[in-house]
């Protein structure tokens, strides 16, 4: 192989560019400066976004990384630049989310000095990176960058994070790139025991009452045709973790549904009443279980999942197969027997029936004066047809999105799950726009977030990013505010908001908007931001005091779900 | 569940901050290290962490799990006691001139099986190796003598199965490990 004599500055872009990116987002300062100087002369391999913050760089990261499924870049400086991605990290290491994020450091020489902006990075970052390297020699490069691309995206994947001394960024190197294909220490394929998979579908032929619970596994794993395949022919209602939204279609007759905290009534109160319970790819997370110990009381435990640290982690398996779930479901399909189970598909639409009257109704077609959360999004969706990207921060917003949009594509939905990081949507929505310009992309965010990180409007602005951003302004925090109502005795400490004029704000950012407050205007305003070529700012003035149902109260079981 | 003492045994690739990763699953699970002892194994390369830990077997296995999550490490398992044989060693020093003054002293190195290191005007160092209860109980044996320094180190083991199980993990690791495909 030919080798080129470069700085290690052009070895960073050089791998970047081999490992097929063509989008960073990042912020410069003096410890990266020589990798920025080089990225000016690769302007038109490398397009480098400038955030306004660096946390908006690695949610925009994320945003990018989960429409597209390769790699999201971000590249800081030390220090603060560095401190300042860690809740981007945090949540792409809860969230399973391929990242690598480059950040400066002092020269190797000063490196433990309390040098200025120096910060300990491998320290801070190891417990909220999948891995994480220094490199203090240049000639390391090529081959730490390779490993950092192969770690991030192989196996589950997740954030990886890259720290480069000055110095090793100046000197020089013989550059040549092999992609990497193995770590000795790294299994992150395990290999599929088919003894496991002909157990299960033993249990699954004999179950009366199976139930499946889908989590972004089949969306990482690329197996949503499988999955469908899989549960049409068993016959198997299919649940969805907040992570495992869009893997199918939301009007497949054997979608039933979320899970959790504030998922659908049905596939709650079944969890407790079949006699099987199919984990494809999640975690049992605690917002999915309630109580572990009154969870699945009467069911058998199947956890298809590619990490053996989650399997027995939170619930125990009857029957784990730990493999990516692509070759599970290849492995499984022929041994499953064609079933009908009509009885118990019908009791989900009972369900459905009876959460509809009692709480779904109320929500998108209210008939008291103020606007609800639940109709502008049923609005907006109906407009959009599925076609559309739905980037949600993190609260009630968050919840009544992800019960109401509806998706025809999987890879539609970037939400921060694990982690619940405030903030994490316009940031993600800027990512997501940049890796699918094709698609329109909905940031559904509420007053509360919208301000943590609405700097990146400028982000937004400058690049002519046509976000369409819906603000559903309840001048609350609302989540937490539901909670001081129902648990704290409606002692609302902390959660009123005095907001500013949000419009005026998005003008000065060059952004157009609109604001609503009452229903006649809701359709018209919306027509309105989705013809518009640009970015645009919707705000709606949503009722006050709404609360998002049904809820599970923390640490109760499932079937203790509440509809009001 | 009832807490017993497990001892692990992690192998790894000789990584800078491997020792950080790693006791941050112990901190995020707010568990205790009893004792850690981390050296090179018999494979050239590969450095092996013993430690002990007390806690129920629910916890143990799912730590083990997560640590040989972790991207540089190659294996772990936990090992009941019974299913081990493991030493530690300690050092004494104490004064010459007690020594030299009691009668007792031949008697407490035969008792102990301890022997004698280096012999000063000052100070005379002791070597034993043990158990922990072995060598708690030498140190307070001496304790008239006026013990100066009194070190332990963490624990070794070795197991009762007769193959270090990494060896075969690792002939394993190179037949049978699905390749990614890129």
Redesign the interface.
């Known amino acids: 192989m030919k080798t080129k004599r470069v700085s290690g500055s052009e070895a960073v872009i050089l791998s970047l560019i081999e490992e097929g990116v063509n989008t960073i987002f990042g912020y410069p300062g003096g410890a990266i400066m020589p990798i920025y100087d080089l990225l000016y002369d690769y302007q038109d391999q490398i397009k480098h976004i400038l955030t306004r913050h660096e946390q908006g760089a690695a949610h925009a990261a994320q945003g990018y990384a989960r429409v597209t499924g390769k790699v999201g870049v971000c590249m800081v400086t030390s220090g603060p630049g560095a401190t300042n991605l860690t809740t981007g990290l945090a949540d792409a290491m809860l969230d399973s989310t391929p990242i690598i994020c480059i950040s400066g450091q002092v020269v190797s020489g000063l490196l433990g000095t309390d040098a200025f902006q120096e910060t300990d990075v491998m320290g801070f970052s190891m417990p909220i990176t999948k891995w994480n390297i220094q490199i203090t020699r240049a000639e390391e490069i090529p081959e730490m960058m390779a490993r950092a691309f192969f770690i991030a995206t192989t196996g589950r994947p997740g954030p990886v994070m890259i720290d480069i001394t000055k110095d090793a960024q100046f000197a020089e190197l013989d550059f040549k790139y092999e992609k990497c294909r193995d770590v000795r220490s790294y299994v992150p394929r395990p290999k599929l025991q088919m003894e496991y998979v002909e157990k299960a579908a033993a249990l699954i032929n004999n179950a009366k009452k199976p139930m499946a619970l889908v989590g972004q596994g089949v969306i990482l794993s690329g197996a949503e045709k499988l999955l469908l395949q899989f549960i049409e022919k068993a016959q198997i209602p299919a649940a969805w973790t907040l992570l495992g939204n869009s893997a199918m279609p939301t009007d497949h007759p054997l979608n039933v549904g979320m899970l959790g905290m504030h998922g659908n009534y049905g596939p709650n109160i079944k969890t407790n009443e079949c006699d099987l319970l199919l984990g494809l790819g999640m975690r049992f997370d605690d917002r999915v279980t309630g109580d572990v110990k009154t969870y699945g009381k009467m069911a058998k435990v199947i956890h298809f999942e590619i990490d053996s640290s989650e399997v027995n982690k939170n619930v125990k398996a009857d029957v784990a197969v730990i493999a990516d779930i692509k070759e599970t479901f290849e492995a499984i399909l022929p041994l499953i027997k064609e079933t009908k189970r009509e009885e118990w598909l019908n009791q989900f639409k009972s369900a459905y029936q009876y959460e509809y009257d009692k709480i779904i109704e109320k929500d998108i077609h209210p008939e008291k004066e103020g606007l609800t959360m639940g109709e502008v999004i049923r609005r907006i969706t109906e407009r959009t047809d599925g076609e559309a990207i739905l980037v949600t921060d993190v609260g009630q917003h968050q919840m009544i999105a992800n019960r109401y949009f509806k998706f025809k594509h999987s890879r539609s939905v970037v939400t921060s799950g694990g982690l619940g990081t405030m903030g994490f949507g316009l940031p993600a929505a800027f990512g997501a726009q940049r890796g699918r310009p094709d698609k329109t992309v909905i940031a559904v965010i509420g007053d509360g977030g919208f301000q943590m990180t609405i700097q990146e409007l400028g982000t937004i602005w400058q690049n002519k990013a046509p976000v369409k951003i819906v603000l559903l302004n309840n001048n609350f925090l609302g989540m937490v505010r539901q909670w001081q109502q129902l648990f704290f005795d409606k002692r609302y400490s902390s959660t009123e908001l005095t907001n500013p004029d949000f419009i005026t704000i998005a003008r000065g950012f060059g952004i157009d908007g609109k604001k609503v407050s009452e229903r006649k205007d809701l359709d018209g305003a919306i027509n309105e931001m989705l013809s518009l070529e640009g970015p645009f700012l919707l705000e709606v003035t949503v009722e006050k005091e709404d609360n998002v149902f049904p809820m599970v109260p923390a640490g109760a079981s499932v079937s203790d779900i509440r509809l009001e | 569940m009832e807490e017993k003492e497990f001892t692990i045994t992690a192998f ?2 000789n990584s ?2 491997l020792l ?2 790693i006791t ?1 699953i112990f901190t ?1 699970r707010h568990l205790n290290i009893e004792s850690l002892t981390v050296s090179e194994s018999a494979i050239h390369g590969i450095f092996k962490f013993t430690i002990v830990i007390n806690t129920t077997q629910t916890l143990i ?2 730590v083990v ?2 640590l ?2 972790i ?4 294996r772990a398992y936990y090992l009941c006691t019974e299913e081990i044989i493991y030493q530690e060693i300690a050092l004494y020093k104490v004064p010459t001139e007690a020594l030299t003054q009691s009668t007792e002293i031949e008697g407490l190195i035969r008792k102990h099986n301890a022997r004698i290191l280096e012999v000063t005007n000052e100070y005379t160092v002791i070597e034993k190796t043990g158990h922990k209860d072995e060598t708690q109980q030498l140190f307070d044996d001496m304790k008239g003598f006026g013990v100066l320094q009194f070190t332990r180190s963490g624990r070794i083991a070795i197991t009762k199965a007769t193959r270090e199980r990494l060896s075969e993990y690792l002939v394993k ?1 190179d037949t ?5 495909q ?1």
């Open positions: 790894s690739e800078i901050g950080n990763r941050i995020r296995e799912k799990k997560q040989e999550k991207v540089d490490v190659l690791l049978e490990k699905p390749r990614v890129i």
